[in-house]
């Protein structure tokens, strides 16, 4: 089968998405990680399926996958590419779009400037929301990463991340701590880690260490993660400027009972098809 996609990305955080409106296709787990291989495939962090609603009051239902072949809940940076590929494709000429996702539904607003804000939902910091192995409820959870004790925050995004906050964002932090925590035993469906270095109450720098990727130039939802650990633990403001090696995220959180709202960029790099 010869399949048609765009490659996408947003701040880095690199996407093939794929109109499964038009024809219907599905991929299965091997056929995932092939096309995401960036040496025998086509290389992308997550695969972006855009599909008809199931909820008729929906625009779309869209299906993410990691490059492992994971389907997961919810991408920040996916859902800004997503509005513009529906748009550049001309599936609708809304432009405010209404999306089902495996975490429920999302409302995206593309931008005169071509930016795209989404909200992201509401957080929950409840370790059963995620999920994460934890006695009770706590304001920093300290776990045990190789003999060394790190305090973590864990927010769920509608997908699970645990925040640490860091004096310094070295590469050894991320590469030693990121992978262990990632796959700890106590995130039995695994975990986004992210590194949170504050700057001030209003802006801050982040590096992510995806679940199923590894680290990432970008990561929506883990900057909405990293703010609201932030403006609960008493470090940020409501609005705060991340700063990620890709780029920069602009993120609100009015506090609980609020959705979270994110604004950044969305570009196409190209088009191309590949044989299943
Ligand atoms: N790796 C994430 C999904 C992609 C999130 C990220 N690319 C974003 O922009 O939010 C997970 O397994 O939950």
Request: proline share 5%; charged share 25%.
């Amino acid at each position: 089968m010869l399949l048609k996609f765009t490659k996408m990305h947003g701040l880095g955080n690199d996407f093939v998405v794929v109109d499964a409106v038009s024809r219907k296709v599905y991929f299965n787990k091997a056929q995932i990680e092939r096309l995401g291989d960036r040496n025998r495939g086509i290389g992308f962090d997550q695969l972006l399926v855009v599909e008809p609603p199931s909820n008729p009051d929906m625009d779309f239902r869209y299906r993410i996958y990691n490059c492992d072949g994971s389907e997961v809940e919810h991408c920040g940076n996916g859902a800004r590419c997503f509005a513009k590929f529906v748009l550049d494709r001309e599936l609708t000429h809304k432009r405010i779009i209404d999306v089902e996702t495996k975490r429920g539904q999302i409302q995206l607003k593309v931008l005169d400037d071509g930016q795209v804000c989404v909200d992201m939902g509401e957080p929950s910091f409840v370790p059963a929301d995620l999920p994460f192995v934890a006695e009770g409820l706590m304001d920093l959870y300290p776990i045990d990463v190789a003999g060394e004790t790190f305090e973590l925050t864990p927010v769920s995004v509608g997908n699970p991340h645990a925040v640490i906050r860091v004096e310094e964002l070295s590469d050894a932090i991320v590469e030693r701590v990121g992978p262990i925590v990632e796959d700890h035993e106590r995130f039995p469906n695994n975990v986004n880690v992210g590194f949170l270095q504050v700057l001030s109450s209003d802006e801050v720098n982040l590096r992510v260490y995806e679940r199923g990727v590894g680290e990432t130039q970008a990561c929506g939802t883990g900057a909405c993660a990293a703010v609201v650990a932030g403006i609960k633990q008493g470090w940020l403001a409501a609005d705060v400027l991340v700063h990620l090696p890709g780029g920069d995220l602009r993120i609100s959180w009015q506090g609980p009972g609020h959705s979270i709202q994110m604004t950044g960029p969305a570009e196409k790099v190209f088009e191309g098809q590949i044989y299943l």
